[in-house]
Structure formats: structure tokens, C-alpha cells
């Protein structure tokens, strides 16, 4: 008689590794790859830290308490802080788009100085 060997779960698998040191956005710039760029309007914010509370990056940055900008270093674009913000204070842009327009006016800027 052939007895089945009882099968492992995964409780019993052993340790294939440890990350010490997991990859975040406060120690990585991840931002260079979104497609979607978050824009402040500091004159609609009425600092109620939903879009802090709900980054899931830590990118809004903060100053003496209050919402000053966006990290965008770190910022990847999702657009929560957008949805949750009950003033429309954050509208989300294409990043291609606006990388383009700030490449134009940098080209432009250079063209003014040569001449």
C-alpha cells in the first residue's frame, strides 16, 4: 500500500530570503515614471490633510503644518489626492504633456539668451 505524503502549506515553507531594506519612495526617486503629474492650487486648498491622509507615496509636502506642494520626486501619479480633495485643489495633468511645454519654454529661454 503507497501512502500520500501530506502536502506542505505555506506555513511550512521555509524562509527564501529577507528584504532588509525594501525599495520605498522616501529613499528612491520614483517619480520619473508617471504619467499623470498632480497640480496645486494653494488659493482653493482649505488644508483639511485628506490628500496627506490618503497618499499612499508621502508626497504631499508639508510646511509649519500646512500643504505647500507636491513631491514630485516621489509622487507616482495615482491621483488619489485629486479624487479626495473636496475643493479641487490638486488637477491631474499628462506628464508628457506639460514635460513637453516646460521643454519648449526651455528652449526658448536659451534662444533669448543667445540672441
Known sequence: MI?????KG???LPIGGAI???GNS?????GDWRVQRPLFDAEKCS???LCVIFCPDA???LEEGKVVGMN???CKGCGICAAECPKDAIEMKNEG???AKERQKSKEKGKARVG
Do not use: F, G, V
Open 47 to 49: 488644508q483639511c490633510m
Open 59 to 61: 508626497s504631499i509636502d
Open 26 to 30: 522616501k529613499k528612491y526617486n520614483t
Open 72 to 74: 514630485l520626486e516621489h
Open 20 to 22: 532588509t531594506e525594501a
Open 3 to 7: 501512502m500520500a505524503e501530506k502536502k
Open 97 to 99: 504633456e506639460l514635460k
Open 10 to 12: 505555506w506555513k511550512d
